[in-house]
C-alpha cells in the first residue's frame, strides 16, 4: 500500500474511532434541530419553583449554568419546611440529619459528598471538592473536616418538626419508604445557559430512618445526575437504590445520544428499571422520576408510577408540569 493511501486509511480509520467521522461526535445520532428555548432550567417536584427562580437570576443575566444550579438548590437546602433536603431534612434511624449531594458541570467536572451531617449547603461543599480537590467524592467525617477547612459553618440541622416526626416514628420502627408519599422533596436541578451549556446538582436528605452509613442515589454521579455537555443531562429522584442499580441517568443521555429526545430517553430509562425491577421486592412500591434537558433546550420527564411533577423555568415563565408516568398508584 502506498504511504499515501496508508496515511488516508489510518486517519479516516482514527476520524471513526474517535467518533468525528462526518461530524458525528462520540457515536452521537444527529437529529433535528429541537424547540427548546435557551436559557432554561428544570427541577425536581413544586419546591424547584422557588429554585427555579433563583436560578433564574443567574441564567437570565448571562451566568453560568454551574452557578444557577448550585444558587437554585441552595435555596431548597435552607428551607426547614423541605423534609427531605438540607435543614429541615428528616434524620436516620439515630436522629442524625445526614446529606448526600453532587453537582456537575459542562467539562464534566464534577464533585459530591455523601453522608456528610451539620453542614446546611453540601452542594456548595460538593462544588469545592470539585474545584478545591483532586477527587470527585468525599464522605462522612472526610467530608465534614473539609467542609470546615473551607469555612462552612457546624450548624444543627434537626428542626423540632422532624425530630418529632423520627420520636413518632421510633414508636413502631416500621421501615417502609414509600417515596412519593412520604418523603419526596430531593431536589435535582438541570441548567442550560445562554452559551449553551449544561450543567446540574442534586441534593437530598435521603430517605427518612435510613439505615446509619446508608447513601443514596443522590450524591453519585451517573446514577442521580449526569451530565455530558455534548448531548444534555438527567437527574433522578425516588427509591435511590432502584436509580444505582440501573446507572438511571447515564442510561438517559446515552439514549439522547442515540437520537431519542429527552421525553423519550426518560420514558424508555424507566422501563428499564421496571424490567430490571420486575422481580424485585422493591419493585410494589417503587417510584422513580427522571428529568431530562438536551442542548436545544428541549425537556422532558417521566416516572414509574403518578405524582411525579416537575417545575420548569424560561423565558415563557416558572411553571409546574406533571410528568408522564407508567402505573398509577393503586
Ligand atoms: C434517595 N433519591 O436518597 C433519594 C431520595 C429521593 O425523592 O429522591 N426522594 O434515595
Known sequence: MSSRRKFLKTTVLGS?????????????????????????????????????????????????????????????????????????????????????????????????????????????????????????????????????????????????????QWKDWLKKSNYKPVINIENHDTIGMLALDANGNISGSCTTSGAAWKLPGRVGDSPLIGAGLFVDNEVGGAVATGLGEAVIRTAATTITVEMMRQGHSPAQAAKLAIERIMRVHKNHPDMPNLQVGILALNKDGEYGGHSVRSGFNFSVCNSDGNRLEDAKFRLKWN
Open 16 to 164: 471513526v474511532l474517535a467518533g468525528t467521522f462526518s461530524g458525528v461526535a462520540n457515536g452521537a445520532v444527529r437529529r433535528k434541530k429541537g424547540k427548546g428555548q435557551k436559557p432554561v432550567v428544570i427541577s425536581t417536584w413544586r419546591n424547584g419553583i422557588q429554585a427555579n427562580e433563583e436560578a433564574w437570576k443567574t441564567l437570565i443575566s448571562g451566568g453560568r449554568a454551574l452557578d444557577a444550579v448550585e444558587r437554585g438548590v441552595m435555596v431548597v437546602e435552607a428551607d426547614p419546611k423541605d423534609r427531605s433536603v438540607g435543614y429541615g431534612g428528616r434524620p436516620d434511624r439515630d436522629g442524625n440529619v445526614t446529606l448526600d449531594a453532587c453537582i456537575m458541570d459542562e467539562h464534566s467536572n464534577c464533585g459530591s459528598v455523601a453522608c456528610l451531617q451539620n453542614i446546611m449547603h453540601p452542594i456548595s461543599v460538593a462544588r469545592k471538592v470539585m474545584e478545591e480537590t483532586p477527587h470527585v467524592m468525599l464522605v462522612g467525617e472526610g467530608a465534614y473536616k473539609f467542609a470546615r477547612s473551607q469555612g462552612f459553618k457546624k450548624e444543627n440541622l434537626l428542626t423540632p418538626e422532624s425530630e418529632k
